[in-house]
């Protein structure tokens, strides 16, 4: 098997247990990283179609062995997740097995200062998964602070964004995650010891805002559904609660648990048949997991099986 995985994958056992892979299933690891979803599941004998929009991601995987020869057991997708249904196309597969999606910024991206994505060491202020396009310095140095402010308070769900934001805009140029970091905390009055450095919540919304990571889970959640098969099983780890409501509205929403209308208001002429169904409560990591990983404390796992039922027409 390939060479082992720098980084802890989050509630393995578990994503493992809701897809159940067998011999011969074709599984979709929508967020690869470091592989350690897939190597799971080469392990069970299945063939993984890896997605990544990281071109570091996807030269680290075509080092594995499992990619080579005429029949490859790995086969990489250097796309964005949401695209799985026109990429699978190109590769001839209409419908698969399972899709396991494990949100947001991985491992190694936190890892590497010259990302930027992290404030822990100093790196310029970049941010992009895919390593192109307007980068988070574009984002803080051209777009105006009404902007900045609705962002941070939407992603980041930061109480005071407009000051952070206004300090933000007098601050600027801004070129590297430190010195954004201490605008920051200097706005928002952060001392040294403080319990949870408040530049996590700006860092989390400037990173979302950039990448797209919120319409790109919708849309990759209706690209899950539209390719898996009947009985086909969808596992999604999320790491927080914006993500978390998303992922938990789409199971209920295609489960037909999400609540009715108004009693004052008349019934619909028909009620749609459930899309997903064996839908699991939310699974979180147990103490052992967060001691060996304190990454995964706050990671939540939802998972559903795909019924008979049509795929909804805006999923494809």
Known sequence: MSQSAPHVPVLLDE??????????DVIIDATFGAGGYTRAILERGATVHAFDRDPDAIAAGQKWPETEGDSPRLVLHPRRFSEMVESMAEAGIAEVDGIAMDIGVSS???????RGFAFSSNGPLDMTMSQSGPNAADFVNEADEKDIADVLYRYGEERQSRRVARAIVAARPLTTTGELAEVVRKALRYRAGDKKDPATRSFQAIRI???????????????????????GRLAVVSFHSLEDRIVKSFFRDAANMNPRGSR???EARTTPLPRFGQLTKAIRPSAAEIDRNPRARSSTLRAGTRT???????AA
């Open 15 to 24: 994503v493992i247990k809701a897809l159940d892979p067998q011999p011969g």
């Open 108 to 114: 190694m991206q936190l890892d590497q200062a010259e």
């Open 209 to 231: 805002h950039v990448n797209g990571e919120l319409d790109e889970l919708e849309q990759g959640l209706s690209a899950a559904e539209t390719l898996l098969k009947e009985g």
């Open 264 to 266: 004052h208001l008349p």
């Open 308 to 314: 008979a039922a049509p795929a909804r027409e805006h």
